[in-house]
């Protein structure tokens, strides 16, 4: 069975690093890629971007750019997501998720983490 | 980027009952080389990651009870609800994944009346 699974809460100031982690099983790593997804409180859906796990290219949001990095270990098959220079703005709820072999829908899901900006 | 426009933002219906939620793309999400539609509706509730339930615009993901389906193509989609449970009660949001970056509707909530 597929599972992602995150890393956990986070507290940061703002102007800070954060680094999240998204450990995958139950599949062929290198064969899917990963998306992240976050969510404001009460807010919808915001795509972050993506990476292809078995090359690791990136392509990111355009709001987003220079402030984040996706990252993939294939010996763990683990996927990292760090979002740097954080604001308030950036409190959410962050989401893993891996694409679809049908197209890329995102058909399974990590749990979230919470990352809270606050002074 | 590709808007994508939930109507209504909300609706409640009786158990038993049919929900209709529409979604509406800004551009076509139609790719005529493999006459698809590159929509997807996920199913969100309270406290948990979204769920697919649908992609293709029409195609029910594996383990996806026959009561929910999707149709549309285009511009124009729907996804129903044919008999409202009461652990159907989520927020419903459709996303084209045609181009980058993929985005998502606003959500559509659906309560019991």
């Known amino acids: 069975q597929v599972h992602l699974v995150q890393s956990g809460a986070e507290v940061k100031k703002p102007g800070a690093s954060v680094k999240l982690s998204c450990k995958t099983s139950g599949y062929n790593f290198n064969s899917y890629g990963i998306t992240w997804v976050r969510q404001a409180p009460g807010q919808g859906l915001e795509w972050m971007g993506w990476?292809?796990?078995?090359?690791?290219?990136?392509n990111y949001a355009q709001k987003l750019q220079g402030r984040v990095t996706m990252t993939t270990d294939t010996s763990t098959t683990t996927a990292y997501m760090e979002l740097r220079s954080l604001r308030s703005d950036d409190t959410a709820v962050y989401y893993c998720?891996?694409?679809?072999?049908?197209?890329?829908?995102?058909?399974?899901w990590g749990q979230g983490t919470v990352v809270t900006v606050s002074s | 980027d590709i808007v994508m426009t939930h109507s209504p933002d909300s609706l409640a219906v009786s158990l038993g009952e049919r929900a209709t939620i529409n979604c509406k793309s800004s551009q076509s999400v139609l790719y005529s080389s493999d006459n698809k539609n590159y929509v997807a509706w996920y199913q969100q509730k309270p406290g948990q990651p979204p769920k697919l339930l649908i992609y293709?615009?029409?195609t029910r993901e594996s383990g996806v009870p026959d009561r929910f389906s999707g149709s549309g193509s285009g511009t124009d989609f729907t996804l129903t609800i044919s008999s409202l449970q009461a652990e159907d009660v989520a927020v419903y949001y459709c996303?084209?994944?045609?181009?980058?970056?993929?985005?998502f509707g606003q959500g559509t909530k659906v309560e019991i009346k």
């Open positions: 293709w615009a029409s």
């Open positions: 996303q084209q994944y045609y181009s980058t970056p993929p985005t």
């Open positions: 998720a891996k694409l679809a072999s049908t197209g890329n829908a995102f058909d399974i």
């Open positions: 990476i292809n796990s078995y090359n690791g290219h990136t």
